[in-house]
């Protein structure tokens, strides 16, 4: 399996380079050369516990390690994880929650980077090398980042977040731990901002060489890979082709379902969520994809103006047509603004939904109310945008609603929604334990150069 670049202007690699690469070099996304048709496995794999199956799915897209020890990475990853079933799905009656919060940091990134960063420790140990991972994060990437990589000795990180910008532990997670080779910093900015210096930093390769970057945003395809294993998992467990419903910010979760599609795994529609931020559910909506201000409302991971990962679904929407993909994203980074003008829509396959501010509030209240169920701001609103469509979903077909992070990352928000009936359900020992007075981080202005230079001053040379 080699990887090629959304812009087509990369030599294809291996995942292995991949991996380590981040952004390809033309400034594109990385993308499999392929999506291996599964349809013909499917049956065999509805017996396999959940760290079996997404072993089955890595091992389809990695052929450059060997299988022993990619199982090893796969399994042990799953090790950090407190629930029996890792992902568990609970039925509530008119709707089912995929709870993919059972991580060390109780949010869904987990998922993915506490395999990703034993990915990253097993290749620099055969290597020799040491990399410095750079990402940005609008709330739960980073802290699961660091607890992907904390303490090990071949990594360093560098978390860019915008300073207030996240809820005050979702900053803690990141600011509080003690390990060296962890570094935070909180940005006068909007998460646009963070993501726009962090591909500018990538895109200036003789810094990136010079300092040996990596990155851990869902820019990285492990990402995306490590992710759709929960939903061809889900998939394996649906009579019918399965309706999910993805609350949406940088477009990666979402994309990772629509991946599994090309594989030739049953799934009948998807809901997109958004918060205020409604950039993509008004592309979806219009074809046409235009930056606004940000916005920050109770669901802060959201509060994205710019969705990275939305390049890797234009590259298949153009028929992988990488000059279409860089004409579209060149017109957007110098207007603000782009559109898909073919005249056959985004994809019928979509329905896009954003819930105002007033609405998750209400959501959150009403799905205690019914159900006895307790959603963070984001899983709320997933599951509002569900609801809100509904009568499009085949009969009998209860929609799957992910359900993004635990509600005690959120306890202001759920507790002011539903009332301190909620109170205990806004707590939880991995938060408990975080100490104030331990948290670290750097605060730096808006600015490329003022980040490069604090990164070439931390940098690992290892």
């Known amino acids: 399996m080699r990887y090629v670049s959304t812009r087509g202007d990369t030599v294809p690699m291996p995942f292995s380079q991949a991996v380590l690469t981040g952004l390809a070099p033309d400034g594109g996304l990385l993308v499999p050369e392929r999506f291996p048709d599964v349809a013909d496995k499917l049956d065999a794999w509805r017996e396999l516990s959940y760290v079996e199956l997404a072993q089955e799915i890595f091992r389809l897209y990695v052929d450059d390690i060997p299988a022993a020890d990619l199982d090893a990475i796969v399994a042990d990853a799953f090790t950090a994880f407190d629930h029996p079933d890792i992902v568990p799905l609970v039925d509530l009656g008119d709707f089912k929650v995929l709870e993919l919060f059972h991580g060390p940091t109780l949010s869904f990134k987990d998922v993915a980077l506490q395999t990703l960063g034993r990915v990253f420790d097993y290749l620099l140990g055969k290597s020799g090398q040491h990399l410095n991972i750079v990402g940005a994060t609008s709330g739960d990437t980073g802290s699961a980042a660091i607890y992907g990589v904390r303490g090990r000795e071949n990594l360093s990180i560098f978390v860019l977040y915008p300073n207030g910008g996240t809820s005050a532990l979702q900053e803690l997670q990141m600011t509080a731990v003690p390990d060296a080779n962890v570094h935070c910093l909180a940005i006068d900015g909007s998460f646009d901002d963070c993501q726009s210096i962090l591909k500018s930093t990538f895109g200036d390769l003789a810094f990136k060489a010079r300092h040996r970057l990596g990155a851990v945003n869902s820019i ?80 802060p991971s959201m509060d994205i103006q710019v969705a990275s990962n939305l390049e890797r679904f234009l590259w298949l929407r153009f028929g992988r047509n990488p000059e279409r993909v860089k004409r579209f994203m060149a017109e957007f980074a110098t207007s603000g603004e782009a559109a898909v003008v073919d005249g056959k829509g985004v ?116």
Request: proline share 5%; net charge positive.
């Open 220 to 299: 990285n395809w492990a990402r995306v890979l490590a992710q759709m294993s929960y939903y061809v998992h889900v998939c394996l467990r649906s009579e019918g082709p399965a309706v999910f419903a993805v609350p949406t910010g940088n477009f990666g979760n979402i994309f990772a379902a629509i991946a599994v599609r090309g594989m030739g795994v049953p799934i009948g529609r998807f809901v997109l969520a958004t918060n205020d931020n409604d950039i993509l559910a008004r592309f979806f909506r219009t074809g046409v994809y235009r930056r606004g201000a940000v916005h920050q409302t109770i669901s």
């Open 347 to 462: 994809d019928d396959s979509v329905d896009a939904v954003a819930v105002a501010e007033t609405d998750t509030r209400t959501a959150m209240r009403d799905i205690h109310r019914r159900y006895g169920y307790v959603a963070d701001p984001h899983s709320a609103v997933g599951i509002e945008a569900a609801r809100r469509v509904a009568s499009k979903t085949p009969d009998g077909t209860k929609p799957v609603c992910i359900a993004t992070a635990h509600p005690a990352k959120f306890p202001d928000a759920v507790i002011e929604a539903i009332g301190s009936s909620a109170r205990d359900a806004a707590r939880h020992p991995r938060l408990d334990c975080l100490d104030a007075a331990s948290a670290r981080r750097a605060v730096l202005p808006a600015d490329i150069e003022a980040v490069k230079n604090y990164i070439g001053d931390h940098a690992s040379r290892q």
